[in-house]
């Protein structure tokens, strides 16, 4: 019961998720960016936004699968030397007619390594987690930057209630991911204070750009920036939380049900902010 509730509010968190990049981060970055281009009188041949977004897949893509290649050898070479050390055991032991018992011990403790190294790195592992966290948070420095950038407090007060709602909802699915990702509980706390906290340094940073003209080369590095973020939060949706919860043939109705009831409360949320 308890792997079933933890199930469906995931695949809540997968619809929030992907509601929140189709159709929050991917349409302020394509805003940005293009109006950027404009200003710099930049006419495009090239696809060049909706390549930033898959360079920025790719870029979790190609460091996630070092990372792994990497701890896939160390685990290999200390796999090695495990057997080596259990058939040297064998051989200790074989003159006291104990080669058998040993020798099953020893594979029982190879298969146990085996199987804690397969839940470190499975999908929910910490390291999607980490990039889920920064692609996120990235994000919300931007929103906050918006916010700040707001000069009607009528339009600020309106945007932070629209906010708050926004927030509360990916905070909650944040931290239901974050808690399956198999990290401590002061990782945890760390990660959602850290997400916390940018939205307003975002809003600190855009109340001292209406200081100073923001230039058309800084708009466009920071649609760059959303762009690799709005890709790296595909590569966690598409790649980690829908195929994570779909594979199980349990609860498909349901799970799907949760899908869209996520999807449109995002849905919903937005409409108030605009």
């Given at each position: 019961m308890h792997h079933k509730v933890v199930s469906l509010v995931s695949c809540f968190a997968g619809g929030v998720f992907f509601a929140t990049c189709l159709l929050d981060l991917v349409p302020d970055y394509l805003s940005g960016i293009n109006e950027a281009f404009s200003s710099l009188g930049i006419t495009l041949q090239f696809p060049l936004p909706e390549f930033i977004i898959a360079m920025g897949f790719f870029l979790v893509l190609v460091l996630e699968q070092i990372v792994l290649a990497l701890k896939d050898r160390s685990a290999g070479h200390s796999e090695e030397r495990r057997a080596l050390l259990v058939e040297s055991s064998v051989q200790s032991h074989d003159r006291n007619g104990q080669r058998y018992s040993h020798h099953s011990h020893g594979?029982?403790?190879l298969g146990g390594e085996?199987?804690?190294?397969?839940?470190?790195?499975?999908?929910?592992?910490?390291?999607?987690?980490?990039?889920?966290?920064?692609?996120?948070?990235?994000?919300?420095?931007?929103?906050?930057?918006?916010?700040?950038?707001?000069?009607?407090?009528?339009?600020?007060?309106?945007?932070?209630?629209?906010?708050?709602?926004?927030?509360?909802?990916?905070?909650?699915?944040?931290?239901?991911?974050?808690?399956?990702?198999?990290?401590?509980?002061?990782?945890?706390?760390?990660?959602?204070?850290?997400?916390?906290?940018?939205?307003?340094?975002?809003?600190?940073?855009?109340?001292?750009?209406?200081?100073?003209?923001?230039?058309?080369?800084?708009?466009?590095?920071?649609?760059t920036l959303e762009g690799l973020a709005s890709g790296t939060f595909l590569y966690i949706i598409f790649m980690e939380i829908l195929p994570h919860e779909l594979s199980s043939p349990q609860n498909r109705i349901s799970k799907v049900a949760m899908i869209l009831t996520g999807f449109a409360v995002v849905t919903g949320v937005l409409f108030i902010k605009m």
């Open positions: 594979r029982e403790e085996d199987a804690h190294f397969h839940v470190d790195f499975n999908s929910t592992s910490a390291i999607r987690a980490f990039i889920l966290v920064f692609s996120l948070s990235l994000h919300s420095v931007f929103e906050g930057l918006a916010v700040g950038l707001q000069e009607d407090s009528q339009e600020v007060l309106e945007i932070c209630v629209a906010l708050l709602l926004h927030k509360s909802i990916i905070s909650f699915s944040l931290a239901l991911k974050l808690a399956q990702g198999k990290l401590r509980r002061a990782a945890v706390v760390g990660c959602l204070l850290l997400f916390a906290l940018m939205s307003p340094l975002g809003i600190g940073l855009g109340i001292a750009l209406t200081e100073t003209k923001s230039s058309p080369q800084h708009q466009l590095a920071r649609s």
